[in-house]
């Protein structure tokens, strides 16, 4: 392993005014999305959606500092016969793959889930190297609800992120690690605070236990906020300053950098929350975004999968990239998306 090297790319995932393109939604969740613009889910679609955004100059070249791939679009060429890998690496982002194959109903736990995927892993990983690949994405997943998480789950998932992310060391690839804590239930934000920090401290503990390098991976966790159906929602300001005391008190500052996921909060709101952290600086680590659906929910829309809507689609994934880099500075102001709208 050689950790100057991973340290340096998972700094550059995070450089100030960059961040990271989640477009790696599996077969059944990239369904769901064309679903809801009415376009058809096949091989061909899949791929010029995807080749769509990546040849974003704009957004590419100034905003985007990686992109997490499905195993499908590693593999697939742009219509001229050029690699999608090969399309990242031009626009000067960094490619990289979410390695997961999902997750299981955890055995004893009902209502909880176990991410699967380790085994093989190491066979995979190689090949998505030799691919382009300079990281990789795991996502665990907990649920918040009456009498869980439980201690179990939390165990688990941990367990697997760490074992996954000493395999992706070992491989010369830099792990995202995230652990992501549901928002889809009513709980309120402190309830969130708490379970997050009981899953962020056991994931490091695991990190720890496995010998994980730190200064070579990137953590990518959800904010602290509140559950979509609470009846009370935090403002952003309050989310801001609880995410950020939460992160301080459980991330270790060998970590080069965080990337949040979106997780289902608006385009807008993900922007402003970001961006309120930010003015809370300095901080420890690197902070900046890791969205799907708050970066991708625009230029979905605009595109519809009409040929004709192209140009269209990449100056909505423009204008959301730029928004997103501004806040990753501390510098996005609501008025500048009026001025865009
Ligand atoms: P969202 O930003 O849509 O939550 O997706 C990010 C991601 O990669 C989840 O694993």
Redesign the pocket.
């Known amino acids: 392993m050689n950790l100057t090297e991973l340290n340096r790319i998972a700094t550059a995932m995070v450089a100030p005014g960059k961040g990271i393109l989640?477009a790696?939604e599996s077969s059944g969740t990239i369904k769901k999305r064309f679903d809801a613009i009415g376009v058809e889910s096949t091989e061909g679609n899949r791929r010029d959606y995807r080749e769509m955004l990546f040849r974003s100059r704009e957004a590419m070249s100034q905003y985007i500092s990686g992109v997490?791939l499905y195993d499908e679009t590693i593999w697939q060429d742009a219509k001229d016969g050029t690699p999608l890998v090969k399309l990242i690496e031009q626009s000067g982002a960094i490619p990289g793959i979410?390695v997961d194959e999902g997750t299981q109903a955890l055995p004893m736990c009902p209502g909880e889930l176990v991410t699967v995927g380790l085994d093989k892993l190491a066979e995979r990983l190689k090949k998505y190297y030799e691919r382009g690949a300079r990281f990789a994405?795991w996502?665990a997943v907990i649920d918040i609800g009456s009498g869980i998480p439980s201690m179990t789950a939390i165990g688990v998932n941990a367990h697997a992120l760490a074992r996954y992310a000493a395999l992706c060391q070992a491989a010369q690839i830099v792990p995202i690690v995230?652990p992501?804590v549901l928002m889809d239930g009513d709980h309120d934000i402190d309830r969130c605070y708490e379970v997050t920090t009981r899953v962020l401290n056991k994931t490091f503990q695991e990190l720890r236990v496995q010998r994980v390098a730190l200064e070579g991976m990137v953590l990518?966790p959800n904010m602290a906020i509140s559950g979509k159906k609470c009846a009370k929602q935090a403002p952003v300001e309050e989310v801001a300053e609880k995410t950020i005391r939460l992160l301080k008190a459980c991330v270790p500052a060998a970590v080069p950098g965080i990337a949040?996921?979106?997780?289902?909060q608006s385009d807008e709101e993900?922007t402003a929350h970001l961006n309120a952290m930010h003015k809370l600086g300095p901080l420890p680590w690197g902070l900046t975004f890791?969205?799907?659906?708050?970066?991708?929910a625009a230029p979905q829309k605009a595109w519809s999968g009409k040929a004709e809507n192209v140009a269209a689609g990449q100056s909505a994934f423009s204008h959301r990239a730029r928004m997103n880099g501004l806040a990753s500075k501390g510098e996005w102001q609501s008025s500048l998306e009026k001025k865009a709208a």
């Open positions: 989640a790696d997490i979410k994405k996502r995230e992501e990518k949040f996921l979106s997780g289902g993900a890791s969205y799907g659906r708050a970066l991708q």
